[in-house]
Structures are given as structure tokens and as C-alpha cells.
């Protein structure tokens, strides 16, 4: 039977699903002409030489001719040209194109003069206030001020586009663009002196509208424009305002609902470079991969060659470990923490518990009377109904009563309210599974309802066990602030050590990213809330917190290189929360470096860290040859002839980052950093070191001390174990003090 199908209907049907995944640009005719299977096009970028590098003005007709070469008559259809299986033709980002090709027409090109290599696309996906005050930014005081909100800086987001006309970019107070400002707006889109670019790099013949609120979200948390009254539901009430309020937006539309393909997000990285963006932010990633292979990693060389600071997420596939996204020491890794806010929701229980959750959907209209409690998973933890999946539910169980369902499954948290709501549950008790630990968010859901912690989940269940007519009910206690643990990790935060460089620490900090307002669509109904600001959670979130703060640094030190940024952002971050205590993370223990980097972002320590690590973009030669690179592969990513065997390598570890990730067997080793007084230009640096357990940290010289300002000064690091124990991480710092600076540098170490 499943054969049956006509040819014709089936190629057709073909082409319709290609369609749907955002692949037609390769005509019904040149499937035609070639003879070939729609199937067996798939895109590749395809490196090839540079046309010529002293050629800067080359045309983009030249650059299309170049690229076109590399493809043969055959390659080519009579009535689309050269160019017209050229989705992509690249200029700043990396020396290639992407094209629609088949495996036979790659074989082809690899003969012609020119051709380097071809990989197969790459797909990513995006890692989906109050935030402000909670990092020490307050309105016309301090850093805040002096960096004049960020003004004169533009930050690029390469995200699902963007929703014009909304308050957050509204162009109140902003002045015109710089000059240098090269970018504009596609048809369709009308822009302002807030939002001054605007391209779609998916479907170039659409406008670059937000079609799921994503875009919108990280934009605003970025740059957004002071708005009063922001709120969802009443919830979170006050002046919503992005970090950079003064800064320019630039979106790049890259994303789908599905997915955010390789070759376009090289297309925009390429295009924010050509457009003259200061800060490049893009909150997606594809877990793993090596840099050569990574158009992301290779698109963000090029721009921090121009002096663009990248700031990336970690990626949302926590709280295992070795799950981290955007692993190269040239871009800013963000994991994501909980802010001292709570939208709470207390659930209480027959015999009078209480335990405070979290919901942004607060019913003035609920009653708060005591119903039938009952969990749908009660006899089996791993069932469709323990976790409330759409479906698994019926009336004859929950109907009328408050429903206990349990984090997981492949589905949103507001997805497992409907479940019960169509079931004709009246509320909801969300407790979460082990893995999820202490982290809880505020959610839009459909009918009342708090999500409580694991070690709340477990209190609550022994209830429901101990007595026969259990009950329960949530009472709504609104917007509370003060929540002392805060910053905690939160679950889904991507963790360390770097599987593609083990010798640089990774993440390289948190923030903000658990239960954050910001910017949203108010047609887009997914959370019925019909509002224009939405809280939602991710190191989506926590991203474009890090790209508002370097478009302050940028503001107020225009002269920082994006190294210098990220070593500012990274010596000054905060090791504990508001209760002076470690830093925790969801299972309510201390979060090792492998879940916080360098720690928590404290921008107006950032702005004045005294010291700092600069690298150069060519130290990354080294750096790449160490970690056994070929020329080839090196030349992928940074467009220039490098030969390992005359370059000299630096063990990874040598770079001068400003954190140590260290793998120590029975040999001791050495590394040597150099840092640069932008402090005060006559200042004494005196060492402080926190050594790992079973590991001794020496340090020569072991004090600094500057006469001047931008002096470099060197220093040695050994570290050498005293302990058998093997195949375990343990961590430390180097910690630089004076009296008024603190510059630390965490430690991770791997003994072998
Ligand atoms: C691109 O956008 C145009 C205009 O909205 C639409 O007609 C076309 O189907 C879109 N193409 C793809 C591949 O989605
Ligand atoms: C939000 O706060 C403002 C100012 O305090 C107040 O006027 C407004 O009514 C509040 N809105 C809600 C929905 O609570
Ligand atoms: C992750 O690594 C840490 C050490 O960094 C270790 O303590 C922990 O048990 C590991 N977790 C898992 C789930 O393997
Ligand atoms: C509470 O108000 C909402 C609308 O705001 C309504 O949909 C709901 O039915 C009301 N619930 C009760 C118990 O009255
Ligand atoms: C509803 O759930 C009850 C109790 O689990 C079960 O006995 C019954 O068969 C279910 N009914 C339907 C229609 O699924
Ligand atoms: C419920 O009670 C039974 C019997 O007392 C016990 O075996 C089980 O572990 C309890 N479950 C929970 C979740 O406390
Ligand atoms: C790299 O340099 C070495 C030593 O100078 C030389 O033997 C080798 O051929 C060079 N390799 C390439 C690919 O040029
Ligand atoms: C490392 O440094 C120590 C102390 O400065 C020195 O004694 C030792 O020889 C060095 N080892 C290597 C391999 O350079
Ligand atoms: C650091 O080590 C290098 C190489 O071993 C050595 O040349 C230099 O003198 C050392 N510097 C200090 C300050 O110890």
C-alpha cells in the first residue's frame, strides 16, 4: 500500500515537506534538468580561497562571480544563472558560500583550483525589570549613568526577528545611529532610532517579524527603552527596561520555529560585520562541535578580528555535565541564575504545611478553599499522567480537585495546566523531579497554580500518602523580592568542563535568566496572556543580559578590546549570593566552576576591575596549533596560511584567558599570564591564592606592582599535586588584590 503512491505526487510531496523546513530555493527545474532526486540536495558552505585579499572593494557581483566558478554548467540551471543555487555568498565572515548541492557535485567542485572544503549545514537551536537594580544598575547614579545607558553603541541579535512598534523600542530620547552605521531595515519593517536594523536572513522576500516572541524578548532585555507599568497579569509590576536603554538594536532574523540553520546564521554574522554592530548577541547553539566545523565559532572569529564583542549562550541542557554550547575562548559563554524575585504562589495543606512555589497566572477570583488533592502518578512515577502530558488525564480522576503533576517530559510547564483544565482539574501542584532540583519558574498557566521545588515535591507527596482524605489549595501572595539565595543556578543551565577545549574554563559566567520580563507580542497567544511583556526562562535570557553590559563597557571604554570585556566582566564577578553564602545551585549545594565560571555578573565592578587579561586575535594562532589544528582547519577560521610546524603552540592553557582549566597528571606545569593595569596608574597587586584540594599553587612574582597606566606586567603560575587521588575535578583561585581592586581567576583542575 504505502507505495501505491504516482511518482509525480510523490516528488511533489517531497518538495512540500523540503518546503516546510525553509529548503525551496533550489527550483522544481534544476531537479528537473539535473535528473536528480530532490532528496539528495542537501546545503553545504564550502570554504574556498580568498579572491583576493588586497581587493577589499571588491564588488558583490565579483564576489558572486568568484564563488559561481565553483560550480560547473552542470551545476547550474538554464534559466537561473550561475548564481541561483548560491543561497549565500560570505565577505566578512569567512571566505565561501553555501549553495544547494549534491553529494556528486561536491566530488565535482573539489577538483577546481580554489576549493578548500565543504560541509554539510549545521542546525542550532535557541536556548529559550527588575533585572537592572538586582545587578547594581540604578537610574542616573553610578556606572549606570557614566556609561550614559550605553549610548553610541549598536548591539546585532541574531534570533527569531523581532516585533516592531512595540514600547521597549520605541526611540523616546535615543539619537540618530553613528555614522559608521551601515545596516537597514527590510521592507515591511519600520524603523527608529532604537531599532535601526532589521534584515531577514531566513526568507529574504519576508519582513523579519518575530513569530514567536523569542527575538522581541532578548532585544528588549538587551536594549530595551524604559516602559512604566510593565507587567503580565499585575505580576511583576513596574518600569520595564533593558540593560543598554541608550544602545541601538540591530535584529538579524536567523530562526524559525524549528530551527536556526548554519549557513544563515554565518549569513547574518557576516552581514552585522559588514554593518558596523559593536556588540553581536545570539542566544542559540548546537551543543558540541569543533571550531572549524562550527559556522557559529567561525562567523564570531571575524567579528572579534573587528573589534566585535560575542556574547553566546551556554545552552539549556543542564544540569548534566559536559553539555555546554559555544565552547571557544573567543566568545562570551553565559549559564544562567535565578534573580531575588518571586512571583509566589503557596501551596497549603490540609494539616497546615505551607510551602511557597512560583506562578505568574494569580486569579483574584480563586477562593483558596481546600480541594481533594490527588496525583495522577501515585502508582507510577514514569507515567504520562505523573508528568500530566496533554491526553493522559481524565475527568473521573481529577475532576474538580487540585492536581499534583510532575516536571518533564518533552512539553512547556503551561502545557501540563491545560492537560488538567481540559480534564476538569481546578488547580495545579507542579512539583519537580530530582534532576530539577530548587528551580522554579513564574508561569502564564491556564488555571491556578505553583510550582514548587523538588524538596518541597517530596513533602508534599509523604502527604498525600499519610492520610486518606488528603487536600490542598494555593494561595496567591503576588510579586515578593528579597529572595536571599538568589543567584542560584538554575536546573537547566548548561555545565561544564569544555568538551571541545578542555584547557579553557567554561561557561564563562552567569546571570540573569530564571523568570525574566521582558518585551513579547501580544498576538502571539501561546501563553494566553495577551500581553505585551512575558516572563520566561533560559540562557536565552541570561545572553542578552551580558550584551547589554558590554555595550555599557563598550560606551564607557571605547578603546576595550572584546578580550579586555570579557576579562573585566569575569575578574569581578560575585562568588556568593545575598546571604554572603557560596553560590548555589538547584539542588541547593555549592555550584562548582563548571556551573558558574568566574561567578555572577556585577557590572559596576566590571567597569573598573583594575587589572586585565587582554589576548590579541593572533595569540589564537597558537592557541589552535596546541590544540592540534591543522593548518587547514585553521585556516577555516581565521582565513590566513598558518603553518603548526613553524608556528610555535601554546598548551591551550597558556592562553592568557582569564580563568585556568587545567589537567594535572604526576608532571607539574607552568603557565604564564600577562595582565594590564587599567586601574590606578601607581598601584600594588598583591597575590592570594585559594589552592584546590591535593594541589599546590605557586605564583612568582608574587606581588605587581605598576607605575603606570596600560602597563603589562607577567606572572607564573605552577601547579603541582600532592595527592593519588585520580580522575577527579577540583577547583581554586588566583585571587590579585590591592586595596581597592580584587582580580580573581578561578581555578579548575582535572587530576589525571
Ligand atoms: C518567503 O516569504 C514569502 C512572502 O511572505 C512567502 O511567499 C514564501 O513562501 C516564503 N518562503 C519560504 C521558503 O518560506
Ligand atoms: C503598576 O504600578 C503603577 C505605579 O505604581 C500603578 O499605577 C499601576 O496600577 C500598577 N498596575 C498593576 C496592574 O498593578
Ligand atoms: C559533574 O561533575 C562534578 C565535578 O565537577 C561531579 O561532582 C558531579 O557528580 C558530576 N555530575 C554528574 C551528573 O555526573
Ligand atoms: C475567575 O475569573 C476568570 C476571568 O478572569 C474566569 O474565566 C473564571 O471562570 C473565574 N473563576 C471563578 C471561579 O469565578
Ligand atoms: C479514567 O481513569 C480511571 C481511573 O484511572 C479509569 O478507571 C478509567 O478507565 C479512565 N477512563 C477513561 C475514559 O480513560
Ligand atoms: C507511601 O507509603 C508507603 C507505605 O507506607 C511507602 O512504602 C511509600 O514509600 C510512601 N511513599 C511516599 C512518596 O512517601
Ligand atoms: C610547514 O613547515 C615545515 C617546516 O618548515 C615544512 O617541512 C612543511 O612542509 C610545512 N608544511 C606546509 C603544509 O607548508
Ligand atoms: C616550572 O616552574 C618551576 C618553578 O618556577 C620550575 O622549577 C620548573 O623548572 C618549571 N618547569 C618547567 C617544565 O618549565
Ligand atoms: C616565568 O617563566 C619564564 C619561562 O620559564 C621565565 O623566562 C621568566 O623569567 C619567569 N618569570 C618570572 C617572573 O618568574
Redesign the pocket.
Same mark, same amino acid.
Given at each position: 500500500m504505502e507505495n501505491k503512491m504516482s511518482l509525480p505526487l510523490q516528488k511533489l510531496l517531497q518538495i512540500f515537506i523540503i *518546503?516546510l523546513l525553509?529548503? *525551496? $530555493?533550489a527550483s522544481v527545474q534544476d531537479i528537473k534538468t539535473e535528473g536528480n532526486n530532490l532528496n539528495d540536495f542537501q546545503t553545504y558552505i564550502v570554504h574556498v580561497r580568498s579572491y583576493d585579499q588586497l581587493h577589499s572593494t571588491l564588488s558583490d557581483d565579483d564576489l558572486k562571480r568568484w564563488y559561481s566558478s565553483f560550480l560547473s554548467e552542470k551545476t547550474t540551471s538554464p534559466n537561473g544563472g550561475y548564481s541561483s543555487r548560491i543561497l549565500h555568498s560570505y565577505r566578512h565572515a569567512f571566505s565561501g558560500f553555501a549553495a544547494k548541492l549534491t553529494a556528486a557535485e561536491v566530488e565535482e567542485m573539489e577538483k577546481k583550483d580554489g576549493f578548500i572544503s565543504a560541509m554539510r549545514d549545521k542546525v542550532y537551536t535557541l536556548h529559550t525589570t527588575h533585572t537592572p537594580s538586582f545587578l547594581g544598575l540604578h537610574q542616573n547614579l553610578g556606572f549606570w549613568k557614566d556609561s550614559k545607558y550605553g549610548e553610541g553603541t549598536i548591539i546585532g541579535l541574531l534570533d527569531s526577528g523581532i516585533t516592531p512598534g512595540h514600547p521597549s523600542l520605541s526611540d523616546k530620547g535615543m539619537p540618530p545611529p553613528p555614522s559608521k552605521w551601515k545596516g537597514k531595515c527590510d521592507a515591511g519593517i519600520t524603523c527608529n532610532n532604537k531599532l535601526i536594523g532589521a534584515k531577514n536572513l531566513?526568507? $529574504? $522576500?519576508?519582513p523579519p517579524i518575530d513569530d514567536f516572541g523569542h527575538g522581541t524578548h532578548t532585544s528588549s532585555t538587551a536594549a530595551g527603552n524604559f516602559v512604566n507599568n510593565a507587567n503580565v497579569f499585575g505580576q511583576a509590576n513596574g518600569t520595564a527596561v533593558g540593560i543598554a536603554p541608550r544602545a541601538h538594536v540591530a535584529m538579524y532574523k536567523v530562526c524559525t520555529l524549528i530551527d536556526c540553520e548554519g549557513s544563515v546564521v554565518l549569513a547574518a554574522l557576516d552581514a552585522a560585520i559588514e554593518d558596523g554592530v559593536d556588540v553581536i548577541s545570539y542566544s542559540l547553539g548546537g551543543g558540541t562541535s569543533t571550531f572549524d566545523d562550527d559556522p557559529l565559532s567561525i562567523g564570531a572569529f571575524s567579528a572579534i578580528t573587528k573589534g566585535i564583542f560575542v556574547s553566546t549562550s551556554a545552552g539549556n541542557e543542564g544540569p548534566q555535565n559536559a553539555t555546554l554550547s559555544n565552547e571557544a575562548p573567543w566568545v562570551l559563554t553565559t549559564g544562567a541564575s535565578s534573580t531575588d524575585r518571586d512571583i509566589r504562589a503557596t501551596v497549603v495543606l490540609g494539616d497546615k504545611q505551607e510551602f511557597d512555589g512560583q506562578s505568574m497566572f494569580q486569579p483574584k477570583n480563586f477562593s483558596s478553599q481546600m480541594l481533594p488533592l490527588v496525583y495522577p502518578g501515585v502508582n507510577d512515577e514514569e507515567s504520562d499522567a505523573s508528568r500530566c502530558v496533554l491526553g493522559s488525564l481524565n475527568n473521573s480522576l481529577v475532576g474538580g480537585n487540585i492536581v499534583i503533576c510532575r516536571s518533564g517530559g518533552l512539553m512547556l510547564l503551561s502545557e501540563k495546566a491545560q492537560t488538567v483544565k481540559d480534564a476538569g482539574g481546578a488547580a495545579m501542584i507542579l512539583i519537580n523531579a530530582e534532576v530539577d532540583g530548587g528551580t522554579t519558574q513564574a508561569e502564564a498557566h491556564v488555571l491556578p497554580a505553583s510550582h514548587v521545588s523538588y524538596a518541597y515535591g517530596k513533602k508534599i507527596l509523604a502527604y498525600l500518602n499519610s492520610t486518606s482524605k488528603p487536600t490542598a489549595t494555593v494561595v496567591f501572595k503576588g510579586t515578593v523580592m528579597g529572595d536571599k539565595t538568589a543567584p542560584a543556578v538554575a536546573q537547566f543551565s548548561a555545565r561544564g568542563p569544555n568538551i571541545a577545549s578542555p584547557g579553557i574554563l567554561k561557561p564563562d559566567i552567569i546571570g540573569p535568566g530564571s523568570s525574566i520580563l521582558a518585551a513579547w507580542d501580544s498576538s502571539i497567544d501561546n501563553t494566553n496572556t495577551k500581553s505585551t511583556f512575558n516572563i520566561i526562562s533560559g540562557t536565552s535570557m541570561s545572553c542578552p543580559h551580558l550584551s547589554g553590559i558590554a555595550a555599557l563597557l563598550k560606551s564607557s571604554h571605547p578603546d576595550w578590546s572584546p578580550a579586555t570585556i570579557k576579562s573585566a566582566m569575569m575578574t569581578t564577578a560575585i562568588v556568593v549570593n545575598l546571604n554572603e553564602d557560596p553560590i548555589l545551585d538547584e539542588k541547593m549545594l555549592p555550584a562548582n566552576v563548571h556551573a558558574i565560571g568566574a561567578g555572577h555578573v556585577n557590572p559596576p565592578k566590571a567597569n573598573d576591575p583594575g587589572l586585565v587579561y587582554d589576548i590579541h586575535p593572533d595569540d589564537y594562532i597558537h592557541y589552535l596549533c596546541g590544540l592540534g589544528y591543522t593548518g587547514k582547519q585553521i585556516k577555516k577560521i581565521m582565513n590566513r596560511e598558518v603553518n603548526c610546524s613553524d608556528a610555535t603552540s601554546i598548551p591551550e592553557a597558556q592562553l592568557n584567558y582569564p580563568s585556568f582549566s587545567i589537567e594535572l597528571g604526576h608532571d607539574q606545569k607552568n603557565y604564564t599570564r600577562t595582565v594590564t593595569n587599567v586601574g590606578k596608574a601607581v598601584s600594588t597587586y598583591d597575590l592570594q591564592t585559594i589552592s584546590p584540594k591535593g594541589v599546590n599553587i605557586e605564583v612568582n612574582p608574587t606581588q605587581l606592582s605598576f607605575t603606570e597606566m596600560n602597563q603589562k606586567m607577567m606572572y607564573n603560575v605552577t601547579f603541582s599535586r600532592s595527592t593519588s587521588v585520580i580522575n577527579f575535578y577540583v577547583e581554586g583561585a588566583i585571587i590579585w588584590s590591592s586595596g581597592h581592586y580584587s582580580v580573581r581567576s578561578p581555578v579548575s583542575i582535572k587530576l589525571l
Open positions: *518546503c525553509g529548503f *525551496c $530555493s531566513v526568507n $529574504s $522576500s519576508a
